[in-house]
């Protein structure tokens, strides 16, 4: 009988469970240095399957001894981490990470998940001596096509390595600054083009274009409910491609935003985002804060 995730934290083993993963798995006991020379990017696509598949393995990529974890509805540790796959019904689960990209130490992912329902969450992992020692997470619930009919997760995938990772880092970065912090909209011309189809909009509620985005930024003020950005936290990029991760206010609660661009020809053509609610201090499981990047 294969031993899964679910079996070793049930049997109370979650402290010595990197241990488990690599004695169940010989190949991996005898070629430790292979495990070492996996891809990272590879290694976050199979931990996250096996939320779904219950594999064993891919908890040897994890610290056992040193794993800090910044969702805050999930206790520190690897024993957090096993408490939530216990609570999942089993056999729910469903994991499919449509977009992976390295920065450095970092991995961050874009994922369409069944995971206590149907949500789309970005993920980030950070990596020392070749081991997840560190995770963040902003999950939200999956919503229909917006008004331009695209989804959460459709859209462009491709890295194009003829774009300059920290170029494109800076871009972004001058964005959120500018325009999603100062609120500086006449410089807005500055990273995205004019027309309608220079800016492919995925927020579920945003058709495509500047005037779509414009017009509902304005509704929302209007409303009562600005969506205002206080502070980025972090830049994280691959070329074409940059996440950036914020804080701030929308709906009049206490957010943090993660906003992942796409970037061409010197300008920002594509995006998509989570937006998820931070709990009162009194309701985390861990110490660790939503942010610390």
């Not at 990272?40 to 096996?50: M, P, Y």
């Not at 189809?197 to 017009?215: E, K, S, T, V």
């Not at 009049?252 to 796409?262: I, N, T």
Request: charged share 20%; aromatic share 8%; glycine share 10%.
């Amino acid at each position: 009988m294969k031993t899964s995730i679910r079996t070793v934290f049930h049997s109370g083993c979650a402290v010595s469970v990197l241990t488990v993963a690599i004695t169940a798995t010989p190949a991996l006991a005898a070629d430790n240095k292979g495990v070492e020379k996996m891809l990272q990017k590879q290694k976050v696509v199979e931990l996250l399957k096996s939320i779904e598949t219950g594999a064993l393995e891919p908890i040897a990529y994890i610290n056992a001894h040193n794993y800090t974890q910044h969702n805050l509805a999930v206790a520190d540790g690897l024993a957090g981490f096993g408490a939530v796959l216990q609570a999942l019904p089993e056999g729910s689960a469903k994991v499919n990470t449509v977009r992976v990209f390295q920065d450095g130490d970092f991995v961050f992912t874009h994922t369409d998940y069944n995971f206590f329902g149907p949500k789309v969450g970005f993920d980030i992992f950070r990596f020392d001596n070749g081991l997840i020692v560190e995770h963040w997470d902003n999950l939200v619930q999956k919503a229909e096509p917006n008004p331009g009919g695209r989804t959460q997760l459709d859209g462009a995938t491709g890295i194009d390595t003829a774009i300059d990772t920290e170029t494109s880092k800076t871009l972004v970065a001058d964005f959120v600054k500018t325009i999603l912090i100062e609120g500086e909209m006449a410089k807005t011309g500055s990273f995205i083009g004019p027309a309608e189809g220079d800016y492919i909009q995925h927020n579920p509620a945003i058709g495509d274009g500047l005037q779509n985005l414009g017009a509902a930024l304005g509704e929302l003020a209007r409303q009562g409910t600005p969506l205002r950005y206080t502070q980025n936290h972090k830049i994280l990029g691959e070329h074409n491609f940059v996440l950036a991760v914020s804080e701030g206010e929308f709906l009049g609660k206490h957010v943090s935003f993660y906003d992942l661009f796409r970037v061409d020809n010197g300008l920002i053509v594509e995006h998509w985002d989570t937006i998820e609610t931070i709990p009162p201090e009194s309701q985390w499981q861990n110490s660790n804060g939503k942010f610390g990047l």
